[in-house]
Nanobody, 123 residues
């Protein structure tokens, strides 16, 4: 079992920044990829970013490339999502997720999920 807890969400003006954190506990963290997804009201959950377990490979949705950065600290069992130049369309509940093997944009490959943290970007 893996437990994931997100934090760092909030209300920010367009153009601002937020840093999300996801703390993992339970199974050893360092052998698994981690991902961030988001879900806006009335929309399906979508991929945002993913990172391999050593951190050497990162993946981003086109909509956030160049603005968001995913990173991880295996000593702290934590993955981060630095979000810069935020836009109103980034408003959503953000979820971190865990999967075995390499990083992926496929929601179906992730086996554990956090409860989500709300990010609201005002115009």
């Amino acid at each position: 079992q893996v437990q994931l807890v997100e934090s760092g969400g909030g209300l920010v003006q367009a153009g601002g920044s937020l840093r999300l954190s996801c703390a993992a506990s339970g199974r050893t963290f360092s052998n698994y990829a981690m991902g961030w997804f988001r879900q806006a009201p009335g929309k399906v959950r979508e991929f945002v970013a993913a990172i391999s377990w050593r951190g050497g490979n990162t993946y981003y949705a086109d909509s956030v490339k160049g603005r968001f950065t995913i990173s991880r600290d295996n000593a702290k069992n934590t993955v981060y999502l630095q979000m810069n130049s935020l836009k109103p369309e980034d408003t959503a509940v953000y979820y971190c997720a865990h999967k075995m093997g390499s990083g992926s944009s496929s929601i179906y490959e992730y086996d554990y999920w956090g409860q989500g943290t709300q990010v609201t970007v005002s115009s």
